[in-house]
């Protein structure tokens, strides 16, 4: 009987302490978890934020007072362009448009 | 035989208690646990729900996750508004405690005076917004002042990054992020999304440690792609602000609508406003004149009246209608011509925008005939754009129509339109005779008109719109080197409590090119006030400019040769 109450007994610790760790396991885990979530998140965010950067530098108007102030360019117009047919005519010649 | 008496028995220390004490204190101790039981049984059976929800009250806690809006992107996926993480500020007055020197560092992180800010934190309330939406990096400097009292709250902010090139079509939100103005406001549900939320059981320093069930995930906004082009919004702009400046004209408004697709391409508004920045905002920057302002058309209006005569066969492109002497009486009243022109014939008519000659057709038709088809080219209903406030102009029923009601309506008075309308209208004759649908939300099919003309009627028309537009016309400006260009000049005297006023509406409506149309731009210009005010003059070089610029954004092969544009020195005046 003695015997059987003490076997009982040591199961019934280990079993306890089992618990207790894997509660204690499983919390980390939720932590990892969790703070593997907020990284997402914050990557997400900085994404986003990178994006509406790229946005806001490639805007049109930015680049237009770039390039006409500071690089000194023109827009192009017809009158200085070179207009090449698609298909060339039969007898070789390139048909330019000015 | 007397009882044998034992040594240890003494009488005195024999006691005779009665035997109802014993039973009492049983039954009391009976009773005490019979209580007991009643109590653990009321305890554990029949309020424990109620009590298992106070204790989880006590350790759970309901978290909302908010959802997050969805993105404006135009069709290229540029961004157009987007969303970012914010702090709203906000302090417990009684609690702050901060000293004089935290008092200056916060004001100027917050960008205050220091006078509001104790204003604010003089307050008698115990939750007070210092600021909203600020910057995430700010929000983080003004943690670290660890001033007691100051706290944070998560909320976002909608930044705008084309600014004020696009704030009509976008719109805004405000703090709260609803919609305000433009698509934000007309797509408020899809964009922003529902919320999730989920149960968790925190410890006692308030740090999460378990998650109980599996919550409901936040459905983040849809995000939204528009028909708008942000070169050619920025083209149409840019070329809208130059034109209104240099006209010193009230407002302005600019649309380029694709001719296969039917997207608006660009839609610019001048005045406009910054998004990102609404501290002083006028309703006169808010207004999108484009879609929610009627407005006369005028001359823009003559070549569905002549399309209308040529589809009923009351006149062909070649007919010679007498124009002399430049003044027409109907009734009481006289419709004139800026110059008498004579004999003229129906391509002459729509050149040279006679409205003696284009009465002359008008008059032809039968009103019913005539009010069929301007309503089949889309006027007097509201566009379907899904864009709040489209107007639908304003077109008279014809059981009321007077003669000369019916004259003034074939060269655009007396009937009232906004700018998206008669640009859409225009697409009859771009696109062989039938109206295309307008959309502002991308769309990569072409779309099947309903057809209103024949084909043959609309390229007649087409070829006096290029007439027109050319060296004899009334806008020689609108021409554009390389490509060949259609559309119609109008300027109309502005309505002022029903009378006409010495201000005017210069119009431009066109297409190009016009051997394969691709896009048709509409520009108006509101109260030119720097001596032009003719639409070939104020509006045709606007007009130019944008629908060249387009067709080279939009790598239109040219169709014209590239001959040196003529630009006569007095171009033909247009009629009023």
């Known amino acids: 009987m003695a015997k059987l109450n003490v076997l009982l007994m040591t199961i019934l610790l280990t079993c306890s302490l089992l618990l207790v760790t894997s509660q204690h396991r499983a919390r980390k885990g939720f932590i990892d978890l969790e703070r593997a979530q907020a990284t997402a998140r914050r990557h997400e965010v900085e994404w986003k934020q990178l994006q509406l950067e790229q946005t806001r530098l490639a805007k ?11 690089l000194k360019m023109q827009p192009v117009t017809p009158e200085r362009t070179l207009y090449i047919n698609a298909t060339p005519p039969a007898a070789g010649s390139k048909t330019l448009a000015r | ?35 007991l039981g009643v109590r653990a049984f009321w305890l554990q059976v029949w309020s424990n729900d109620f009590l298992q929800r106070q204790g989880a009250s006590r350790y759970e806690r309901n978290l909302e996750i908010p959802a997050i809006r969805g993105k404006i992107v135009d069709r290229t996926g540029a961004m157009l508004a987007s969303s970012l993480p914010a702090k709203a500020i906000w302090a417990d007055p009684d609690d702050v405690i901060a000293t004089p020197e935290q008092k200056f560092k916060l004001a100027r992180l917050l960008g205050m005076e220091r006078r509001e800010l104790d204003r604010k934190l003089a307050e008698d309330k115990n939750y007070v917004y210092l600021k909203r939406q ?19 709250r998560n909320e976002y902010k909608r930044h705008y990054p084309e600014g004020e090139t696009v704030a009509h079509v976008v719109g805004f939100t405000n703090v709260e992020d609803v919609g305000q103005e433009g698509f934000e406001l007309s797509q408020q549900q899809r964009l ?53 400046r240099e006209h010193r004209a009230k407002a302005g408004a600019a649309v380029v609508l694709d001719v296969r697709t039917g997207e608006v391409l660009a839609l610019s508004n001048w005045p406009t406003y910054d998004p990102n920045n609404r501290k002083v905002l006028t309703g006169a920057q808010l207004r999108n004149r484009a879609i929610t302002d009627i407005y006369e058309p005028g ?150 008109g309903v057809p209103v003309f024949k084909p043959e009627t609309a390229q007649a028309v087409r070829k006096m719109l290029e007439m027109a537009a050319g060296p004899q016309g009334t806008a020689p400006l609108a021409q554009i080197p390389g490509y ?22 210069a119009s431009f409506v066109g297409f190009a090119p016009a051997s394969r149309p691709r896009v048709i731009v509409a520009v108006m210009v509101d109260e030119p006030s720097a001596g032009q005010h003719y639409g070939g003059q104020v509006a045709a070089p606007a007009f130019a400019r944008i629908t060249g610029e387009t067709l080279r954004a939009l790598r239109v092969p040219p169709d014209a040769p590239f001959a040196t544009l003529i630009h006569p020195v007095d171009p033909v005046r247009e009629s009023l």
């Open chain 1, 60 to 70: 049109h108007s930015l680049i237009d007072a770039a390039a006409r102030r500071d």
């Open chain 2, 1 to 35: 035989m007397p009882r044998p008496v034992k040594l240890t028995r003494n009488a005195l220390l024999s006691t005779k208690l009665p035997a109802w004490r014993s039973r009492l204190l049983l039954g009391l101790m009976a009773g005490c646990f019979l209580a």
């Open chain 2, 134 to 152: 600020v910057e995430s990096e700010v929000a983080g400097r003004v943690a670290a002042l660890k001033i007691p009292g100051i706290h944070q």
């Open chain 2, 192 to 244: 922003a999304g529902k919320p999730g939320s989920r149960r968790v059981i925190k410890d006692n320093l308030g740090r999460i440690i378990e998650q109980i069930g599996s919550g409901r995930e936040p459905q983040d906004g849809a995000d939204l792609a528009l028909s708008i082009d942000t070169r050619i919004q920025f083209l149409a702009h840019n070329a809208l602000r130059d034109a209104v």
């Open chain 2, 299 to 448: 001359s823009t209006m003559k070549p569905f009246s002549v399309a209308m005569a040529l589809e009923n066969g009351k006149v062909k492109p070649s007919t010679i209608i007498d124009t002399a002497p430049g003044k027409l009486t109907i009734g009481t009243a006289t419709i004139g011509d800026a110059h008498a022109y004579g004999a003229l014939t129906v391509e002459q008519i729509l050149q040279k925008s006679s409205n003696v000659g284009t009465v002359k057709m008008a008059l032809q038709l039968p009103p019913q005939r005539m009010w069929e088809g301007l309503t089949a080219v889309g006027f007097g209903q509201p566009p379907q754009l899904g864009f709040p406030g489209a107007v639908a102009g304003r077109v008279k029923p014809h059981k009321t129509w007077k003669p000369i009601e019916q004259a003034t309506m074939s060269y655009g008075h007396g009937i009232s339109v906004s700018l998206v309308q008669i640009a859409r209208a225009y697409s009859v004759f771009a696109r062989d005779g039938d109206l295309m649908p307008l959309t502002m939300l991308r769309q990569d099919e072409p779309v099947v």
């Open chain 2, 484 to 505: 060949r260009v259609a559309g119609k000049t109008g300027t109309t005297h502005k309505l002022e409590n029903g009378a006409y006023a010495n201000r005017y509406i």
